[in-house]
Protein backbone atom coordinates (compact mmCIF):
# COMPACT_ATOMS: atom_id res chain seq x y z
CA UNK A 1 0.00 0.00 0.00
CA UNK A 2 1.92 3.22 -0.88
CA UNK A 3 1.51 6.77 1.02
CA UNK A 4 1.09 10.18 -0.02
CA UNK A 5 3.49 12.62 -1.34
CA UNK A 6 6.59 13.44 0.99
CA UNK A 7 5.38 16.64 2.65
CA UNK A 8 1.98 16.13 2.19
CA UNK A 9 1.37 15.11 5.67
CA UNK A 10 1.13 19.03 6.86
CA UNK A 11 -2.05 19.73 4.23
CA UNK A 12 -3.65 16.65 5.50
CA UNK A 13 -3.62 17.30 9.02
CA UNK A 14 -6.02 20.93 7.22
CA UNK A 15 -8.74 17.76 6.73
CA UNK A 16 -10.04 16.88 9.91
CA UNK A 17 -13.00 14.32 9.08
CA UNK A 18 -13.86 12.41 5.96
CA UNK A 19 -17.03 14.95 5.72
CA UNK A 20 -15.11 18.14 5.13
CA UNK A 21 -14.50 18.76 1.70
CA UNK A 22 -11.02 19.97 0.85
CA UNK A 23 -10.65 22.83 -0.96
CA UNK A 24 -8.38 23.43 -4.26
CA UNK A 25 -5.64 25.26 -1.67
CA UNK A 26 -5.83 21.93 0.33
CA UNK A 27 -5.91 19.61 -3.05
CA UNK A 28 -2.81 21.47 -4.71
CA UNK A 29 -0.57 21.33 -1.19
CA UNK A 30 -1.91 17.56 -0.94
CA UNK A 31 -0.36 17.23 -4.42
CA UNK A 32 2.55 15.74 -6.07
CA UNK A 33 4.72 17.13 -8.36
CA UNK A 34 5.78 14.76 -10.83
CA UNK A 35 7.51 17.41 -13.43
CA UNK A 36 6.64 18.81 -16.59
CA UNK A 37 3.73 20.69 -14.94
CA UNK A 38 2.05 17.20 -14.15
CA UNK A 39 0.68 16.85 -10.48
CA UNK A 40 -0.81 13.84 -8.53
CA UNK A 41 -3.17 14.05 -5.66
CA UNK A 42 -4.48 11.03 -4.01
CA UNK A 43 -7.95 10.47 -2.85
CA UNK A 44 -9.31 8.25 -0.58
CA UNK A 45 -13.34 7.21 -2.07
CA UNK A 46 -14.85 4.78 1.33
CA UNK A 47 -18.29 4.23 -1.03
CA UNK A 48 -16.01 2.44 -3.99
CA UNK A 49 -16.62 -1.10 -4.24
CA UNK A 50 -17.37 -2.90 -7.46
CA UNK A 51 -16.50 -2.60 -10.83
CA UNK A 52 -18.76 -0.43 -12.08
CA UNK A 53 -18.26 2.12 -9.27
CA UNK A 54 -14.33 2.20 -10.93
CA UNK A 55 -15.60 2.95 -14.32
CA UNK A 56 -18.25 5.53 -13.15
CA UNK A 57 -15.40 7.67 -11.29
CA UNK A 58 -12.30 7.10 -14.19
CA UNK A 59 -15.13 7.97 -16.80
CA UNK A 60 -16.07 11.13 -14.84
CA UNK A 61 -13.30 12.28 -13.75
CA UNK A 62 -11.62 11.77 -17.39
CA UNK A 63 -13.79 13.77 -18.97
CA UNK A 64 -12.51 17.31 -16.58
CA UNK A 65 -10.41 19.58 -18.46
CA UNK A 66 -6.58 19.68 -17.28
CA UNK A 67 -7.11 15.98 -15.86
CA UNK A 68 -4.35 13.35 -17.58
CA UNK A 69 -5.81 10.39 -16.18
CA UNK A 70 -7.43 8.88 -13.16
CA UNK A 71 -7.29 5.44 -11.65
CA UNK A 72 -8.98 3.65 -8.76
CA UNK A 73 -7.28 1.30 -6.39
CA UNK A 74 -10.19 -0.96 -5.33
CA UNK A 75 -8.70 -2.77 -2.44
CA UNK A 76 -7.30 0.46 -1.14
CA UNK A 77 -10.72 2.74 -2.16
CA UNK A 78 -8.45 4.83 -3.33
CA UNK A 79 -8.02 7.33 -6.79
CA UNK A 80 -5.41 8.66 -7.99
CA UNK A 81 -5.22 11.93 -10.09
CA UNK A 82 -3.25 12.98 -12.38
CA UNK A 83 -3.80 16.67 -13.44
CA UNK A 84 -2.35 20.19 -15.23
CA UNK A 85 -2.59 23.84 -14.95
CA UNK A 86 -2.43 26.23 -12.29
CA UNK A 87 -6.35 25.80 -11.38
CA UNK A 88 -7.56 22.59 -9.39
CA UNK A 89 -10.25 20.58 -11.58
CA UNK A 90 -12.91 20.25 -9.70
CA UNK A 91 -13.05 16.10 -9.07
CA UNK A 92 -13.99 16.63 -5.46
CA UNK A 93 -17.18 18.22 -7.26
CA UNK A 94 -17.51 15.50 -9.77
CA UNK A 95 -17.33 12.74 -7.34
CA UNK A 96 -19.75 14.58 -5.28
CA UNK A 97 -22.28 14.45 -8.07
CA UNK A 98 -21.88 11.21 -8.59
CA UNK A 99 -22.57 10.23 -5.18
CA UNK A 100 -18.81 9.12 -4.02
CA UNK A 101 -18.28 11.41 -0.82
CA UNK A 102 -14.10 12.07 -1.04
CA UNK A 103 -11.13 13.25 0.66
CA UNK A 104 -7.59 13.34 0.94
CA UNK A 105 -6.17 10.09 1.58
CA UNK A 106 -4.34 10.12 4.93
CA UNK A 107 -2.52 6.50 5.22
CA UNK A 108 -2.98 6.21 9.07
CA UNK A 109 -6.63 7.17 8.94
CA UNK A 110 -7.83 5.26 5.90
CA UNK A 111 -5.44 2.24 6.66
CA UNK A 112 -8.42 1.28 9.50
CA UNK A 113 -10.89 0.02 6.92
CA UNK A 114 -14.07 0.56 9.02
CA UNK A 115 -16.05 -0.73 5.97
CA UNK A 116 -14.15 -4.61 6.45
CA UNK A 117 -15.63 -4.48 10.03
CA UNK A 118 -19.18 -3.73 8.92
CA UNK A 119 -19.00 -5.96 6.47
CA UNK A 120 -17.40 -8.64 8.62
CA UNK A 121 -20.05 -7.93 11.61
CA UNK A 122 -22.88 -8.62 8.62
CA UNK A 123 -21.63 -11.65 7.48
CA UNK A 124 -21.85 -12.61 10.85
CA UNK A 125 -25.46 -11.66 11.42
CA UNK A 126 -26.50 -13.48 8.27
CA UNK A 127 -24.29 -16.56 9.05
CA UNK A 128 -26.23 -16.85 11.97
CA UNK A 129 -29.57 -16.37 11.03
CA UNK A 130 -28.79 -18.62 7.74
CA UNK A 131 -27.98 -21.35 9.61
CA UNK A 132 -30.76 -21.17 12.41
CA UNK A 133 -33.11 -20.90 9.56
CA UNK A 134 -31.39 -23.82 7.71
CA UNK A 135 -32.14 -25.88 11.06
CA UNK A 136 -36.02 -25.13 10.99
CA UNK A 137 -36.17 -25.72 7.51
CA UNK A 138 -34.89 -29.73 8.02
CA UNK A 139 -37.71 -30.13 10.14
CA UNK A 140 -39.92 -28.82 6.99
CA UNK A 141 -37.99 -31.30 4.83
CA UNK A 142 -38.69 -34.00 6.79
CA UNK A 143 -42.51 -33.82 6.65
CA UNK A 144 -43.74 -30.90 9.01
CA UNK A 145 -46.93 -30.56 7.90
CA UNK A 146 -50.21 -28.02 8.80
CA UNK A 147 -49.56 -25.90 12.11
CA UNK A 148 -46.46 -27.03 12.96
CA UNK A 149 -44.67 -26.02 9.70
CA UNK A 150 -46.16 -23.10 9.61
CA UNK A 151 -44.55 -22.59 13.22
CA UNK A 152 -41.05 -22.88 11.59
CA UNK A 153 -41.67 -20.53 8.49
CA UNK A 154 -42.84 -17.81 10.76
CA UNK A 155 -39.77 -18.20 13.09
CA UNK A 156 -37.80 -18.63 10.05
CA UNK A 157 -39.25 -15.45 9.05
CA UNK A 158 -38.50 -13.41 12.40
CA UNK A 159 -35.08 -14.63 12.08
CA UNK A 160 -34.38 -13.28 8.80
CA UNK A 161 -35.70 -9.92 9.57
CA UNK A 162 -32.23 -8.24 11.30
CA UNK A 163 -30.29 -9.95 8.47
CA UNK A 164 -31.98 -8.27 6.12
CA UNK A 165 -32.05 -5.07 8.02
CA UNK A 166 -28.40 -5.20 9.02
CA UNK A 167 -26.64 -7.38 6.20
CA UNK A 168 -29.01 -6.54 3.84
CA UNK A 169 -28.67 -2.89 4.89
CA UNK A 170 -25.27 -2.20 3.03
CA UNK A 171 -26.90 -3.39 -0.30
CA UNK A 172 -29.91 -1.20 0.15
CA UNK A 173 -28.04 2.08 1.05
CA UNK A 174 -25.44 1.52 -1.97
CA UNK A 175 -28.52 1.04 -4.25
CA UNK A 176 -30.72 3.49 -2.97
CA UNK A 177 -27.51 6.26 -3.00
CA UNK A 178 -26.82 5.44 -6.76
CA UNK A 179 -30.66 5.52 -8.38
CA UNK A 180 -30.90 9.05 -6.46
CA UNK A 181 -27.99 10.06 -8.51
CA UNK A 182 -29.17 8.53 -11.48
CA UNK A 183 -27.40 5.68 -12.04
CA UNK A 184 -26.95 1.81 -11.26
CA UNK A 185 -24.21 -0.19 -9.84
CA UNK A 186 -24.42 -4.39 -8.57
CA UNK A 187 -26.27 -3.71 -5.55
CA UNK A 188 -29.62 -2.40 -7.04
CA UNK A 189 -30.12 -5.95 -8.44
CA UNK A 190 -29.00 -7.37 -5.48
CA UNK A 191 -30.90 -5.33 -3.82
CA UNK A 192 -34.15 -5.80 -5.58
CA UNK A 193 -33.66 -9.51 -5.62
CA UNK A 194 -34.03 -9.90 -1.98
CA UNK A 195 -36.92 -7.55 -1.05
CA UNK A 196 -38.84 -9.94 -3.62
CA UNK A 197 -37.37 -13.19 -2.10
CA UNK A 198 -38.28 -12.48 1.29
CA UNK A 199 -41.60 -10.76 0.00
CA UNK A 200 -43.04 -14.03 -1.61
CA UNK A 201 -41.80 -16.05 0.91
CA UNK A 202 -43.59 -13.94 3.55
CA UNK A 203 -46.16 -14.38 0.58
CA UNK A 204 -46.27 -18.41 1.13
CA UNK A 205 -46.17 -18.02 4.92
CA UNK A 206 -49.28 -15.95 5.32
CA UNK A 207 -50.74 -18.12 2.55
CA UNK A 208 -50.03 -21.82 4.19
CA UNK A 209 -47.92 -22.16 1.30
CA UNK A 210 -45.46 -25.21 1.64
CA UNK A 211 -42.14 -23.89 0.76
CA UNK A 212 -41.01 -21.00 1.72
Keep these: MSCCAPGAEMALDLVNTASVLPSSQEIRLASRSLGDDLRQTDLSVPAVHCAACIQA ?5 GKLDQVESARVNLSTKRVVVRWRGSQVP ?3 AALGRLGYEAHLFDPEVD ?3 KTLSELIRAVA ?7 NIM ?6 WSGAEGATRDLFHWVSALIAIPALAFAGGIF ?20 VGVSLAYAMSLYETINHGDHA
Excluded: Y
Design 57 to 61: IETAL
Design 172 to 191: FRSAWNALRHGRMNMDVPIA
Design 125 to 131: VAGFAAG
Design 111 to 113: NKD
Design 90 to 92: PFV
Design 135 to 140: LLSVSV
